[in-house]
């Protein structure tokens, strides 16, 4: 480009310049990097190198019994830690679709059509931002109780479909989309649901990778329906099932503490390949998307 | 010209209904009932009794707990996590926008790690790390080197408890907020910049206080907004890495954990309900504040 040496806001390749910032980045990178690394080799060591004092960083011999042992354990009641697992990818996985397309629909006809009740909901919305969910615990479970969903599978979906923040996100997007392009699809004969799949779709993407991380991390992590609103074992959550291990189990039961390794882990992964997937699509720049 | 609806079109109300009725089922309806709980003595077993602002009255006058240790830990936990915690991302976002792509999103990715962990997982790490006797690491690296003669009961001290709780909790405060920012910083035009300087901008600083905060007011504002409900929410760790509701002395018993040992472990509803509500106001504070800073007047 220019001459222009102001700033080196988003370069295309390194130059020595750069190198005050790595020399900060980088060493807080690692410093962030190392308990998540340390869940990685923490969910292989056998059981001598979990206890070993002076407790090691790394793994020696590596194993993958904390992983057999977990499968195949079943809890108190006999069930099975893969029913757990189950549970939760199917409801993260509905959760997840679910939300994405409630919010986006409801952001498009927040921004783009035109009708009275419009500002006010999006002001209630603005307001349900600050929405503590353990706040309201209490209501939220008599209200529950009521609707007859205690012991459902759907109570891990229900609740957590409506996510003010991403209805907030999403809105904001899509204004920055001109009237004038949907205007054009119009005349052109396109129909609301067509703008919207092939419109306003598309040029939202990172929007919506965004909310699908955000939705991801909530539902797969969540405890609040296993532990509030479900007895029945079958139906329980796996990251609640990893919350009995980590509390129930005191620092020296030699058995618990391969198991809660070994559980972190299998937390951890799905979050790092969701998100690995979907960065490029949330950094994305709306200089690429045709907005600007 | 673009409000040539007819009167039949009410395709808005499609598009909504989903999000509407799922939103005041589990969010109108919860917070409502909140507050008229909040007036009522209601143990969870015999229907609530009014009881009028007693419970408030209580709350202010009569919780020791909650005057002397919850709420002053709450604000100083909101006060350094938040700003803090915002303040980190922004920086972090800004100097991570200078390196080339590559390099970019192998550190971002590392940056925001710890965030995806959040909750159950971490906890296990960090009980590890802080275990009160010498097989913790902490322990042991202090105790190797010298500076300890015997290991300290990091977890279980009122004295470290809250420091390691905001320790922990900035650590995992890259989120959302994090890359909202980063993807605002890289979305300003560089010839923004390029006017700027010859409208008289001389260094990196005035370049950030008067071209790239103002032209992400957006992701400065949602970043702020997630800061705020992030820092509130996060009354789970205290009890996480001490393993006990309430944590030891109170040490790091935040307004969250105080409203789930009266709900959840005594039952005394109707006070946990004034308790949230308490909560709900001063999250709303907060965030007003965060409004007018960052908030797009329209």
């Known amino acids: 480009m220019s001459a222009f040496q102001g700033t080196k806001m988003n370069p295309s390749k390194f130059h020595k310049s750069q190198l005050k910032f790595l020399a900060f980045l980088i060493p807080l990178a690692i410093f962030m990097a190392l308990p998540i690394v340390y869940i990685f080799f923490h969910a292989f060591k056998p059981i001598d190198e979990?206890?070993?004092?002076?407790?090691?960083?790394?793994?020696?011999?590596?194993?993958?019994?904390?992983?057999?042992?977990?499968?195949?354990?079943?809890?108190?009641?006999?069930?099975?830690?893969?029913?757990?697992?189950?549970?939760?990818?199917?409801?993260?996985?509905?959760v997840v679709v679910l939300t994405v397309i409630i919010s986006t629909m409801a952001g498009y006809a927040l921004s783009k059509k035109n009708f009275k009740m419009k500002k006010a909901i999006f002001e209630i919305n603005t307001l349900a931002l600050m929405f503590v969910p353990a706040a309201v615990a209490i209501p939220r479970y008599l209200l529950i109780d009521e609707l007859g969903l205690i012991n459902t599978f759907l109570v891990h979906i229900l609740p957590l479909l409506a996510m003010p923040i991403g209805l907030f996100l999403v809105k904001q997007f899509i204004d920055q989309i001109p009237d004038e392009l949907l205007e054009a699809a119009r005349l052109d004969g396109a129909s609301d649901f067509q703008i919207f799949v092939r419109i306003i779709v598309p040029l939202v993407k990172p929007a919506i990778a965004t909310i699908a991380i955000l939705s991801f991390q909530l539902v797969w992590n969540s405890i609040e329906s296993s532990s509030l609103y479900v007895n029945d074992e079958g139906l329980k959550t796996f990251s609640f099932y990893m919350s009995t291990l980590t509390s129930t189990v005191d620092g020296n039961n030699v058995a618990g503490q391969g198991l809660a390794a070994a559980a972190s882990l299998i937390m951890f992964i799905p979050n790092l390949v969701i998100f690995i997937i979907l960065q490029s699509q949330v950094m994305n720049t709306m200089a690429h998307s045709g907005i600007k | 010209m673009k409000t040539k609806t007819t009167k039949r079109d009410h395709s808005h109300w499609m598009f909504l209904a989903p999000y509407i009725v799922l939103f005041t089922t589990f969010i109108i309806i919860p917070v409502g009932a909140a507050i008229l709980l909040s007036f009522t003595y209601f143990n969870a077993i015999e229907t609530p009794t009014f009881i009028g602002l007693s419970n408030y009255v209580g709350l202010i006058t009569q919780d020791?707990?909650?005057?002397?240790?919850?709420?002053?830990?709450?604000?100083?936990?909101?006060?350094?996590?938040?700003?803090g915690g915002y303040i980190l991302s922004f920086i972090l976002a800004w100097a991570l926008a200078q390196v080339p792509k590559r390099m970019r999103t192998v550190l971002a990715l590392i940056i925001y790690s710890p965030s995806m962990t959040a909750g159950v997982a971490m906890a296990v790490v960090w009980t590890i790390i802080f275990s009160g006797d010498e097989t913790g690491y902490?322990?042991?690296?202090?105790?190797?080197?010298?500076?300890?003669?015997?290991?300290?009961?990091?977890?279980?001290?009122?004295?470290?408890l809250m420091k390691i709780m905001i320790f922990v909790t900035l650590w995992g405060s890259m989120g959302v907020g994090f890359l909202a920012m980063l993807s605002g910083v890289l979305n300003i035009n560089t010839e923004i910049y390029e006017a700027g300087y010859i409208d008289g901008i001389n260094n990196r600083f005035q370049e950030i206080i008067y071209i790239t905060i103002p032209s992400m007011k957006p992701q400065m504002l949602f970043g702020a907004v997630m800061a705020v409900v992030g820092t509130f929410q996060a009354g789970a760790i205290g009890v996480a890495l001490s393993g006990a509701n309430p944590t030891p002395q109170y040490a790091g018993q935040l307004m969250v954990n105080h409203l789930e040992d009266y709900g959840f472990i005594r039952y005394e509803m109707g006070y946990a309900a004034a308790i949230s509500v308490v909560l709900l106001i001063v999250v709303y504070a907060f965030s007003k504040v965060a409004w007018r800073l960052f908030g797009e007047k329209d």
């Open chain 2, 64 to 83: 020791e707990v909650f005057m002397q240790k919850v709420l002053p830990n709450t604000l100083t936990f909101a006060l350094i996590v938040g700003p």
């Open chain 2, 138 to 160: 902490l322990n042991s690296l202090l105790l190797t080197i010298g500076v300890l003669l015997e290991p300290i009961q990091w977890l279980q001290s009122p004295e470290y």
């Open chain 1, 50 to 94: 979990l206890f070993a004092y002076p407790p090691r960083f790394f793994v020696d011999k590596p194993t993958f019994q904390n992983f057999v042992d977990l499968f195949t354990k079943t809890n108190d009641t006999g069930v099975p830690m893969s029913r757990f697992l189950f549970n939760s990818v199917v409801v993260t996985l509905i």
